[in-house]
Each structure stands twice: as structure tokens, then as C-alpha cells.
């Protein structure tokens, strides 16, 4: 695990979007895994400014976001459809059909999860995916507890969780389930990139530089996997 310490946001938003930006430079049909919440913010903004200069930047580029709520619509303002949409998707020149996101409203829940499973796997495995980092812990939406050997699946959000996301939901109605990759499918990922920003998450930066690898704590399972940065924000 590498962990690199960052000066401030900016610096850790520059240089994740560095590596994003190689990533498809590199590959430009490269398959990246995509995280929300309030982290990846500025990673995205500099992503969107560069890739105007750099024209066709996305075209070929394949995403799959790690989680999304279930039991809301994709329109719905808190959800992370409508999330990617705003600071990345409606900016860049991907594909609608390449930006998979799980379906929080399918009908049948489990199907879709498998569903996802299935895509991801048909895009020939996850190349490069991009975590935040839980208060608690959790990665995607795996909470504490989360067997390492979890796959796409739906959860029940931890009432923390729920508190913390609670921006996004005005009205009050936090949703109480996801859908989200498990912790198997994230660590199938070749190369993972956990930002470590934003308020609150000291504890949880400390307890996984400690190295104890324990499902209580479900970051620490990017222990086990040999290509893992790690961006701190100072
Ligand atoms: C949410 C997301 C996670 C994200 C985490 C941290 O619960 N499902 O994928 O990493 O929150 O969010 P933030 O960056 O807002 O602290």
C-alpha cells in the first residue's frame, strides 16, 4: 500500500485526477470503477476542465460506480445517478451506455445485482476503481461486518451512514438500503485508489494505516491487494 500525503483538497483532488487522466491516456477504453459522496467533488471538477481541453477524452472510457441507494428513483436529486450526471457524466464525452451505475429501482433487486455482477465481469474485470473512505470504515456501501468475500448485493445502510448522507435527502427520507459492489468484486480491481479527505475521517485513516486487516473494518481489506494508493489529505 502506498500512501501518499497530500497538502490540502486541491492537492489531493490533482492528483487523483492525475491518475484518472493517465489511466485513459494510457488505455483509452480502460474500465474504471467510480465512487460518490462529497470527496470525490473536486477529483471530478478537474477531470471535467481537463478533459474539455483534451476533446474525446471519454469516448471509449467504460464506468461502474460502486453503489447506489435503493428504493429511489434514478432522477431522484440524492441519488448518485443524479450525482455522476452532475459532475462528471453530463460534462465529458462518454458514452450514456458505458456509464453503468447499479439500478436502485429495479423490481426485482437481487437480479439487478447480479445483473451488475455479470456487466462488470462481461467489461473484462474493473482496471483502475477510485474509493472514499466511511467514517466507519466502509467502502462503497460495505459496512462494518462485511464478509471480504462479499459481491454486488444489497445492504442496509448503518445509521451513521444514513446521518452522514442526510444532506442529500432534504425531505428527511434517508434511504435504509443500497445496492453496492462487494468487497471481492472491488478487490478484483488491478489497481485501487482510496481518497482519504474530508472531515471526520482521521480515526478511520489511522485505524487502516495500523495495518490490522479485520472485517470490523472493511477498508482494511485493501491490505490484501497488491496495488493500493492511498491519497491523505494534510
Ligand atoms: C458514501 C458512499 C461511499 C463514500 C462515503 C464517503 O456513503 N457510498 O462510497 O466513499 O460515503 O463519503 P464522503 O466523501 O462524503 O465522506
Same mark, same amino acid.
Given at each position: 500500500m502506498r500512501w501518499i500525503a497530500c497538502q490540502d483538497y486541491d492537492d489531493l483532488s490533482r492528483r487523483a485526477?492525475?491518475? $484518472?487522466?493517465?489511466?485513459?491516456?494510457?488505455?483509452?477504453?480502460?474500465?474504471?470503477? $467510480?465512487?460518490?459522496?462529497r470527496t470525490p467533488v473536486g477529483t471530478y471538477d478537474r477531470v471535467v476542465q481537463e478533459c474539455s481541453r483534451a476533446y474525446h477524452c471519454f469516448r471509449e472510457v467504460v464506468t461502474f460506480n460502486l453503489d447506489e441507494y435503493a428504493g429511489i428513483a434514478r432522477d431522484h436529486p440524492g441519488?448518485?445517478?443524479?450525482?455522476?450526471?452532475?459532475? $462528471?457524466?453530463?460534462?465529458?464525452d462518454i458514452d450514456?451506455?458505458?456509464?453503468?451505475?447499479?439500478?436502485g429501482s429495479a423490481p426485482d433487486l437481487d437480479a439487478e445485482c447480479a445483473r451488475y455482477e455479470n456487466e462488470i465481469s462481461r467489461a473484462g474485470a474493473l482496471h483502475l476503481t477510485f474509493l472514499g473512505l466511511g467514517r466507519n470504515g466502509h467502502i462503497g456501501f460495505n459496512?462494518?461486518?462485511?464478509?471480504?468475500?462479499?459481491r454486488?448485493?444489497?445492504?442496509?445502510? #448503518?445509521?451513521?451512514?444514513?446521518?452522514?448522507? #442526510?444532506?442529500?435527502?432534504?425531505?428527511?427520507?434517508?434511504?435504509?438500503?443500497?445496492?453496492?459492489?462487494?468487497?471481492?468484486?472491488?478487490?478484483?480491481?488491478?489497481s485501487i485508489v482510496l481518497l482519504a479527505g474530508g472531515s471526520g475521517k482521521q480515526e478511520a485513516i489511522a485505524r487502516l494505516r495500523?495495518? #490490522?486487516?479485520?472485517e470490523g473494518f472493511p477498508?482494511?481489506?485493501?491490505?490484501?491487494?497488491?496495488?493500493?494508493?492511498?491519497?491523505v489529505q494534510g
Open positions: 485526477a492525475d491518475v $484518472l487522466l493517465a489511466a485513459i491516456t494510457d488505455d483509452p477504453r480502460c474500465v474504471l470503477g $467510480l465512487p460518490t459522496g441519488s448518485y445517478f443524479t450525482y455522476m450526471r452532475k459532475h $462528471l457524466f453530463d460534462h465529458v450514456p451506455r458505458n456509464a453503468h451505475l447499479p439500478n459496512e462494518p461486518g462485511t464478509p471480504f468475500h462479499s454486488t448485493r444489497v445492504v442496509e445502510l #448503518a445509521p451513521s451512514t444514513r446521518v452522514a448522507n #442526510a444532506d442529500l435527502f432534504p425531505d428527511g427520507h434517508v434511504p435504509t438500503r443500497a445496492i453496492t459492489m462487494g468487497i471481492a468484486t472491488i478487490l478484483e480491481s488491478r495500523s495495518g #490490522a486487516v479485520d477498508a482494511s481489506a485493501l491490505w490484501k491487494h497488491p496495488d493500493v494508493t492511498v491519497l
